[in-house]
């Protein structure tokens, strides 16, 4: 992949507006030397430090997700400003400003030069081609085991023709693979600032500028897209319940927008650990948005198109933009 492209703007956004930053964490790693290790090390072997875990012997070990370069924490010393602002990870100052496109609030898809540079992207895992999510586990599931340990298994997809090419008109064809929701959430952190190809769509955007915060979604989709929702409520319609029948689950919503529901049967969303107590978790999906009587829904999900998120990585999600 090429180094990440500058973007226009030279202004330090994240440090005059914070609640659209797009840098949620910084690599820490106490020994990891920019100049002769490799990235892959850092990835491997780093820990996700989100602003308000900082501590002081990070200073100078934290390392920018999106440029691999040196940031610092602002203010160092205290997890607030003193305007009441949380604080939140900036590039070490240099003159002129290190280009990185995290900088920017208007995200940019990836481009490839090369069919062979994209390929590349693939196999050292910085670009993910799905063409598909599961319908069904492609290996059985552990009755009753932890959400950790459920296996996720990813399956090799067909060959996808997509025109991320630098030169417009070209197609590169590329391996894709049928994965799960689930396992986009396992290592959360990790897949953040990672390059997605999702099913039907021609651009490769980082899985943090394709996530979509259902609070702004006001109308029904034609097409399918990735959604996050923080669960209110959940529970299973009917007098008696019975795994077969619809769990309801409520998230928050748009104040325009009377409600939204995940309407999926209980057998398989209690395969995702939704259960009557996942109130405050967040939902991640990918589908369409119907119609719910007058509100709205996401409803007949498959089983690899949904799953709870981590709570460790819930401060890791994107921030609203305006
Ligand atoms: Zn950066």
Not at 40 to 63: E, F, H, N, W
Not at 96 to 106: D, F, M, V
Not at 185 to 211: E, H, M, Q, T, W
Not at 231 to 240: E, N, R, T, Y
Request: with cysteine; aromatic share 10%; net charge positive.
């Amino acid at each position: 992949m090429s180094k990440p492209y500058c973007c226009d703007s030279t202004k330090f956004l994240d440090m005059t507006e914070p609640t659209v930053s797009r840098i949620k964490f910084a690599y820490f790693h106490p020994t990891w030397d920019a100049e002769q290790s490799p990235w892959t090390d850092l990835l491997k072997s780093a820990k996700s430090v989100a602003p308000q875990d900082y501590s002081s012997d990070m200073r100078g070990r934290l390392y920018c997700p999106g440029c691999r370069q040196p940031l610092v924490r602002t203010p160092e010393a205290k997890a607030v400003f003193s305007n009441g602002r949380k604080a939140c990870f900036s590039h070490f100052p240099t003159s002129p400003p290190i280009p990185c496109e995290l900088r920017s609030t208007k995200p940019e898809g990836m481009l490839f030069t090369t069919e062979e540079e994209a390929r590349q992207a693939i196999a050292s895992n910085e670009l993910v081609v799905i063409s598909a999510f599961l319908n069904e586990p492609a290996v059985p599931i552990v009755p009753a085991g932890p959400y950790d340990q459920t296996p996720v298994e990813d399956v090799a997809g067909p060959l996808s023709d997509l025109p991320i090419s630098r030169h417009s008109g070209q197609t590169f064809r590329l391996p894709s693979k049928l994965s799960t929701i689930e396992a986009l959430c396992r290592r959360f952190d990790a897949n953040l600032y990672r390059y997605f190809v999702f099913p039907g769509s021609k651009s490769a955007v980082r899985l943090i500028d394709a996530l979509r915060d259902v609070r702004t979604v006001v109308e029904h989709t034609e097409s399918e897209a990735l959604y996050f929702g923080q669960i209110m409520d959940s529970f299973v319609a009917g007098q008696v319940a019975r795994p077969t029948h619809l769990r309801m689950t409520k998230l928050a919503c748009n104040g325009a927008v009377k409600d939204f529901y995940v309407k999926v049967v209980d057998r398989v969303q209690a395969q995702k650990g939704i259960s009557n107590d996942s109130k405050g978790r967040y939902v991640i999906f990918w589908g369409k948005i119907g119609v719910n009587g007058i509100g709205l829904c996401a409803e007949r999900l498959a089983w690899g198109e949904f799953a709870l998120l981590p709570q460790k990585y819930e401060d890791f999600l994107p921030s609203i933009r305006p």
